[in-house]
């Protein structure tokens, strides 16, 4: 089955691309490697999800930041591509997770990132990935991810 059947399968409604809140693009494509910059959690109403890990959010709340996260590199990727059918793998996703010190659960948080890639791409989702803490990021967000993706022509 096709990315793109899968998606309409799983019922997800992918949003529509966020612009870049900065000087820079949300995609670059090298070769056939396509690199996206980072990806936050927008709500499906307005907003980023805000909040650090261990204090203000818990993994389940972690967990939905990091899948909406990833709802926001599908809308890249489509944008990018036409179709999500042009995803030839996932190659990797790098996630930063704004948390106390204290907090140690980066790995289940950004795994609901890697487990929509997964449910959406099959064997073609599975990725190396590094999941980090941080003491902050911009605005106070929750997290961010970054994606490398092998595309086909």
Known sequence: MNAEARVAELGLEIPGP???AGTYVNAVRSGHLLF?????PH???GGIVLGRLGADLDIDQGKEAAR???LGVLATLREEL???DRVARIV???GVVNSTPEFAGHTLVINAASDLLVDVFGGAGLHSRLAVGVA???AGMALEIQVIVEIKD
Request: hydrophobic share 45%.
């Open 36 to 40: 996206l910059a980072g990806h936050v």
């Open 82 to 84: 036409g179709t999500l």
């Open 136 to 138: 902050s990021l911009p």
């Open 92 to 94: 990797n996703l790098y």
């Open 18 to 20: 966020f612009r870049p």
């Open 43 to 45: 709500r499906p109403g």
């Open 68 to 70: 909406l996260a990833a």
